[in-house]
Each structure stands twice: as structure tokens, then as C-alpha cells.
């Protein structure tokens, strides 16, 4: 494992997501390559430690140790055994391997995960006579293999906690979006920190408090650790340049949320108080169908519930042309975003969206609907 000053990393993200984060990361000064489910980039440890610090898109990022080819279980673990495994972490860290594949040849991937596992084990207890314990909760270190038909990748993985956790959730609602979900969302939208944000389904206010921190320019790491900590490798003076170099502009946003539901309102109310952002939101109870607009133009964005255990189809049936009439008679001026996995919406709605862009929640295909509200328009009939 190389301890030049070039690296290589994956950055993985949600699907969909991908331009943004090599957008992002573009910001950081990092140049990077978008290919389905994240972006590859070279760079220094504090180029890794300012995308874990200021990424508010990417899920993980991965630092890549080492790539070969393979046929068979046996193959795997010749290679991983050769790697100076003592070297990259202590062996009183605790250890996870994850295998993830894409036309494998391999039956099984619970016993490659295995093979790759106990050849790390086994060159820490060739070396050192002992090995380091397996967590699979909680773990300091976790090994990723990607395997594809001949060729493995193997990483180490630099986030610990994915991401999209900040730190600042302490309960959670129903339904919650990932939080480096809600803030690509944010971001695709084109909102400005000077235009009113209104979330009027705003459940446990993720997308608020997202467009909140964005606004205030606050890291959104900036409450949590990192696994990049805990490897041998780790450069603390460089990290804590990476974490005090806070050149952001804060703007002061008006942001604005509701929800019929009192209970959803409480978790919002704490989440953006463990955020620190409460002061730049206005929360309150209201039925979508219902509430002026608080301003004569601004960004909508709502994630309306989708699934049994939130509403019917015949309930979400009856509630998308309502909710198109709402806009249409009180949001004149607004641009409007749906974030849903009922692709039926846009045609519930009976409102033409200008742009319908797919993206992924885990597994299941999205869609954030665009409708540009105007007083006398784009009604269908
Ligand atoms: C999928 S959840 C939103 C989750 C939110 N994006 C988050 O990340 O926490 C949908 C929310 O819509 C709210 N809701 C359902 N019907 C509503 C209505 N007619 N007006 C306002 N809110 C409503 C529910 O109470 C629920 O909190």
C-alpha cells in the first residue's frame, strides 16, 4: 500500500446523484470521474479528508488499496493475504469486510466475504501472532471488495458511519429521507439561499435542515468522527488544517415548514435545534392542501408519503389532483419539486412538469418532479 502523496479514491453516492457530487467535489478542487453509483478521483489524504468533511451527496468514500484478478475463492485470498494488512491499521482495531458484486462468477458471496476476511485475519496472525476481533455493528475498519467478472477491488473505507449521517438526527420520524439524499434534492433544484424555501410535508424536516446547513455553510461532518481516523495512515496536522479552514460564506435563509402532523413537527423541531439551525426556520402545523404560499415566489420541495404503510394508492389517487389545484390557486410564482416514488404523480397531478429527473432511494427508482407554477398555465385538462 502506497504512502505516496497520490491516492485513489471511489466517492459512492445515491443514484442519480452522480454529476452533482463531481460537482461538488469540483468545488473542493478535486477533479473527479462520474461512472453509475459515484466518481473516482486521485488526490491527497486531505483532498480524501475535505470530501468526508464537506460532502453533503457522497454515502462513503472509499480508499482504494489494491486491484487484481481472480477466478475463484482461493484466488481472493491469495491476493489479499500478500497485502501488509499490519501495516495499514492496528490489529486491536475491529474489522467488517463487505463484498459487493456485478457479474461475479461466484456462487457464493457470504463465503467470498469470508475467504477475504480470514486471509486478513490470518497475514496479522502470521505477522503478529494475533488477529484483530470481527464487528460487524460497529466496526473501526471495514474492508470493501467489489467484485466484477475477473477483476477485484478492494478498498478501505475512510467514512466509518456512512455520510448521509450527520450527526444531528437524534430521532427519527417516519419515512425519513437519507440525508445525502434530501440534500441532492436541494441542490437540483437550483434553490438560492436569498429565495424562500417552503417544505410543506416536511415530516422529520431533513430537507430543511440540509438547505439550512448549506446555507450557513456548516460541514456537514462537522459533528462526527471518521474510520480515516483510525487507519495508520491518518496525517492529524493535515486533518486539522482540512478542519479549520471554514473560508464559507453564511448567508441568512428564509425557510419555511409544515406538516399536518404534530408529532412530525416535534422531531423536525429537535433535529434542526440539534442542527443549530432553528433560528432560520419557521415551523408550523398545516395541511398541505390548505396553506397560502408564505411568499409571493419561492422553491417548494415535498416528499409526499408513498408506500401501505403511508397512504393507499386509491388515498394517493385522490390527493395528487387536490394537491395540483393547491398549487396551481396559491403557489402562482413558486417552483415547485415532488420527490416521490409514485410514478404515477406527475400524471395525478394534471400539471405538465418541465423536468422529471430520475434518481434512486436505496433501490427503488425515483423520480423529482419540476412544476413551474404559473397564474393561468400549464393546467392539462
Ligand atoms: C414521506 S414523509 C416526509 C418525510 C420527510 N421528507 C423527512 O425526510 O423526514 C411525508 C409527510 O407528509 C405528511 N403529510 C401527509 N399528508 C399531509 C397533508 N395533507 N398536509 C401536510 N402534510 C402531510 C406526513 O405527516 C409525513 O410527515
Not at 424562500?196 to 431533513?206: E, F, H, K, Q
Not at 455553510?217 to 462537522?222: E, F, N
Request: aromatic fraction near 10%; charged fraction near 25%; include cysteine.
Amino acid at each position: 500500500m502506497s504512502s505516496s502523496r497520490s491516492e485513489s479514491f471511489f466517492a459512492t453516492c445515491p443514484r442519480g446523484l452522480e454529476a452533482l457530487l463531481a460537482g461538488e467535489l469540483d468545488s473542493l478542487g478535486i477533479q473527479s470521474t462520474a461512472v453509475p453509483g459515484g466518481v473516482a478521483f486521485t488526490g491527497a489524504w486531505a483532498d480524501c479528508y475535505r470530501a468526508n468533511l464537506w460532502s453533503r451527496v457522497a454515502s462513503r468514500i472509499l480508499w482504494r488499496v489494491h486491484q487484481f484478478d481472480y477466478r475463484n475463492e482461493q484466488d481472493l485470498y491469495d491476493a489479499v493475504k500478500a497485502l501488509d494488512w499490519p501495516r495499514s491499521f492496528r490489529v486491536e482495531r475491529t474489522l467488517r469486510v463487505n463484498v459487493t458484486a456485478q457479474k461475479s462468477p461466484l456462487k457464493s458471496l457470504e463465503f467470498a466475504t469470508l475467504r477475504i476476511k480470514d486471509a486478513v485475519c490470518d497475514r496479522f496472525r502470521d505477522a503478529l501472532g494475533k488477529r484483530p476481533s470481527i464487528d460487524r455493528g460497529d466496526p473501526d475498519v471495514r474492508v470493501h471488495a467489489f467484485l466484477e467478472a475477473g477483476r477485484c477491488t478492494l478498498y478501505l473505507d475512510t467514512s466509518g458511519e456512512p455520510l448521509f449521517k450527520r450527526g444531528w438526527r437524534k430521532v427519527v420520524g417516519e419515512a425519513p429521507l437519507r440525508e445525502n439524499l434530501a440534500a441532492g434534492i436541494v441542490m437540483l433544484t437550483g434553490w438560492k439561499p436569498d429565495e424562500p424555501l417552503l417544505d410543506p410535508m416536511c415530516g422529520g424536516g431533513t430537507i430543511l435542515a440540509e438547505a439550512a446547513a448549506m446555507s450557513r455553510g456548516r460541514a456537514p461532518g462537522a459533528n462526527r468522527s471518521f474510520a480515516f481516523e483510525k487507519l495508520s495512515a491518518f496525517d492529524a496536522r493535515a486533518w486539522e488544517k482540512v478542519r479549520h479552514d471554514t473560508s464559507v460564506p453564511q448567508h441568512s435563509p428564509s425557510l419555511f415548514g409544515s406538516d399536518i402532523d404534530a408529532k412530525a413537527l416535534s422531531v423536525a423541531r429537535r433535529t434542526l435545534g440539534e442542527a443549530g439551525v432553528e433560528r432560520w426556520v419557521r415551523l408550523e402545523q398545516a395541511d398541505v392542501l390548505q396553506r397560502p404560499a408564505p411568499a409571493p415566489g419561492g422553491v417548494m420541495v415535498m416528499n409526499p408519503p408513498y408506500g401501505e404503510r403511508m397512504g393507499s394508492p386509491e388515498q394517493l389517487a385522490a390527493f395528487y389532483p387536490k394537491l395540483g389545484d393547491a398549487l396551481k390557486q396559491r403557489f402562482a410564482g413558486w417552483r415547485c419539486y415532488i420527490f416521490t416514488a409514485d410514478l404515477r404523480a406527475a400524471k395525478l397531478i394534471r400539471l405538465t412538469p418541465s423536468r422529471r429527473i430520475p434518481l434512486w432511494n436505496g433501490a427503488i427508482e425515483c423520480r423529482l418532479y419540476e412544476f413551474i407554477i404559473v397564474a393561468g398555465t400549464n393546467r392539462r385538462p
